[in-house]
């Protein structure tokens, strides 16, 4: 379980991004230019999470029981709590 929020950082002079587990109040610097990187959004799920996996079309599936959108990385849906059906590859 994920228990520290995932956020999208972004170097502004490149426009580079990258997504990580950020503490508040710590400074994250991009590893070539060495310029301080901006926060962009946090991403869904919102900590904590059972899932791994940032909410974007190529995580996701519908859960066979409720039909709501999970992660790819979850065997149980956290709405109806049911086992999913194994993913078909």
């Known amino acids: 379980m994920s228990v ?21 109040g710590k400074v994250y610097r991009d590893r070539d230019t060495g310029e ?25 599936r519908f859960c066979n029981w409720c039909d709501q959108m999970v992660q790819k990385d979850l065997n149980d849906c956290p709405t109806c709590g049911r086992r999913m059906a194994a993913i078909d590859r």
């Open 36 to 60: 301080e990187l901006e926060v962009v959004a946090k991403t869904l799920p919102l900590a904590p999470s059972p899932s791994q996996l940032p909410w974007a079309v190529e995580n996701l």
């Open 4 to 24: 520290r929020q995932k956020y999208r950082l972004r170097t502004p002079s490149t426009g580079r991004e990258i997504l990580t587990e950020a503490e508040p």
